[in-house]
């Protein structure tokens, strides 16, 4: 028995070893309790309450747990109190109901105040519009000296730094590639809301935060007091990438704010400008040209400036059959992105832009389709989801055997349809290209055996790419309605539980 109680204590002893060793490492990270320190005046007001109300909880906590241990020590049972046994006290509750009211009302009074305050957005000296996206910030100046000027913020901390190839920066994830810059001591109305999802703006140290509400439009301001760098997160939990969209603002003397704006507006690529490269009849090393900065300037954080990308989660893009396939897939994935994933739509980029980087990569690395992707067909796949003008069909494949309703096969715990069935495939495509108002419908099929959830999962990413398959062949997306997956009864052809039907459908 002692034995085992010394064992017990040894290992006890070695844990407790093993977790101080460990401290040190958590030593580093810089604490601060407390909240920012304020860099604006109602900022400072809130600060104020804060530490106000936070003294009254103590002085409440000390004088009533105060009193209460003492009664409990001082008549406890062993030294002989008997118990008192009494019932309504008039005075007693009379002071315990107006003693906290009155502290109530001492603290609503102030904070009523400051809230005011905060919800008074009049007259501002410039309004800034900021907008969430899944996951970046847009910021649109709407009024003062830099209206016009508008950039969307992204998180700039490195990959590396992200996947632990490289020692984490002093401002890891609270780096942002643009600025929001404004000038002290101006009132800066914010209008909030977002694109995609709920997102909140919060920069703790102007005192700002805002749920950002996709259809709704939130308004608050502020006006900061010092030069500086301030940075804040979007505040919002639900969702995988908020914490990856950071918010930085830069608050600059007016004048250097003024030396700012001209400068963005010297940059600014006038209305007429986008129009007119978007009119011009690029060639395409030009536009190849002008993908290069785009990439540069967009991509090259995730897809690498080798096009190899980061597998598993950044896809290469030299070799890819989607950048390489019908230009309707890939015009489409940089233009809508892909939910769920972290492309994002770059919708905001010019159609000249667009146009340009989907050149570069259909004509760089091991890709070499010799063609380009023009302004007018971006425009045209922006314009309400129009498709773009697919390649001529060969005159060969105008009259193609019917090949709907078809089914696709695949192997036991695969996703990749078999060889026969590609064929299959390759025939439907004929099909949908030569009648461009055939609708289809699909659905991916699976049994009942085994995890249904995992089963189900499967007979979805097939369905998927048998979707995907049709986009990059160049069939519209709206000509595609996805069905949930449907099991099969056991007992039939085992097979018939590994399909995907494509058929024809509304
Ligand atoms: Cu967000």
């Known amino acids: 028995m002692r034995n ?13 070893l093993a977790m101080l060793l460990m401290v040190p490492a958590f030593a580093f990270a810089e604490y601060k309790l407390n909240l920012q320190t304020p860099n604006t005046a109602l900022g400072q007001t809130i600060y104020d309450l804060h530490t106000l109300v936070t003294w009254v909880c103590v002085v409440i906590f000390v004088v009533v747990f105060s009193e209460m241990f003492y009664a409990i020590y001082k008549h406890r049972k062993s030294v002989g109190h008997p118990a008192a046994n009494f019932h309504e006290h008039f005075w007693v509750e009379v002071a315990w109901t107006i003693l906290p009211t009155l502290i109530l009302i001492a603290i609503a009074v102030p904070a009523t105040k400051a809230l005011i305050q905060m919800r008074d ?17 847009g910021y649109d100046y709407l009024q003062g000296e830099g209206e016009g000027i508008s950039f969307v913020a992204r998180l700039s901390t490195p990959r590396a730094q992200i ?18 810059v404004v000038p002290t001591g101006k009132k800066v109305r914010v209008l909030v809301t977002a694109a995609d999802v709920i997102h909140a703006w919060y920069v703790p140290a102007l005192a700002v935060k805002q749920d950002a509400i996709p259809g709704f439009i939130r308004d608050t301001w502020f006006k900061a007091k010092a030069p500086g760098i ?14 990856f969209m950071p918010i930085v603002v830069e608050v600059m003397t007016p004048t250097d704010y003024s030396a700012w704006v001209a400068k963005q507006k010297a940059g600014m690529k006038r209305p007429e400008a986008v129009a007119a490269a978007a009119d011009k009849a690029w060639t395409l090393d030009e536009l190849k040209a002008q993908g290069d900065k785009v990439y540069a300037a967009n991509c090259v954080a995730c897809h690498q400036a080798t096009g190899a990308g980061a597998p598993p989660a950044f896809p290469p893009l030299t070799g890819s059959k989607l950048a390489v396939g019908a230009k309707s897939g890939a015009i489409d994935m940089v233009l809508n992105g892909k939910p769920g994933t972290a492309m994002a739509p770059f919708k905001h980029l010019s ?18 389709t010799g063609d380009m992707v023009t302004p007018a067909e971006v425009k045209a796949a922006r314009g309400g989801g129009a498709p773009v003008a697919a390649p001529a069909a060969a005159p060969a494949a105008a009259a193609p ?46 049994d ?10 499967l007979a979805k990413d097939r369905a998927v790419g048998v979707r995907d398959a049709l986009i990059a062949a160049g069939v519209a997306k709206d000509r595609i309605n996805m069905k949930p997956p449907a099991t099969v009864e056991a007992g039939g052809d085992p097979r018939q539980a590994r399909r995907v039907d494509i058929k024809p459908g509304a």
């Not at 009942?448 to 999962?457: E, I, P, R, S, V």
């Open 4 to 16: 085992k109680l010394a064992k017990i204590f040894a290992s006890l002893s070695n844990a407790a």
């Open 121 to 137: 957005t009049s007259e501002p000296d410039m309004t800034i519009k900021v907008t969430g996206h899944q996951w970046m910030w």
């Open 163 to 180: 996947q632990g190839r490289e020692p984490k920066g002093p401002n890891y994830l609270l780096e942002t590639d643009n600025h929001v």
């Open 230 to 243: 301030y940075r804040g997160q979007c505040a919002e939990l639900c969702g995988r990438d908020h914490g």
């Open 351 to 368: 159609d000249a832009d667009i146009a340009g980087v989907l050149t570069y990569i259909r004509n760089n690395w091991a890709n070499k």
């Open 401 to 446: 055997a019917a090949a709907l309703p078809a089914s696709v096969y695949y192997d036991t715990g695969k996703a990749v349809v078999t060889d026969d069935s590609k064929k299959t495939l390759d025939d439907v495509i004929a099909q949908l290209k030569a009648n461009a108002n055939t609708k289809v419908e699909i659905t991916g099929y699976t």
């Open 448 to 457: 009942k055996t085994g995890n249904l959830a995992q089963n189900m999962d």
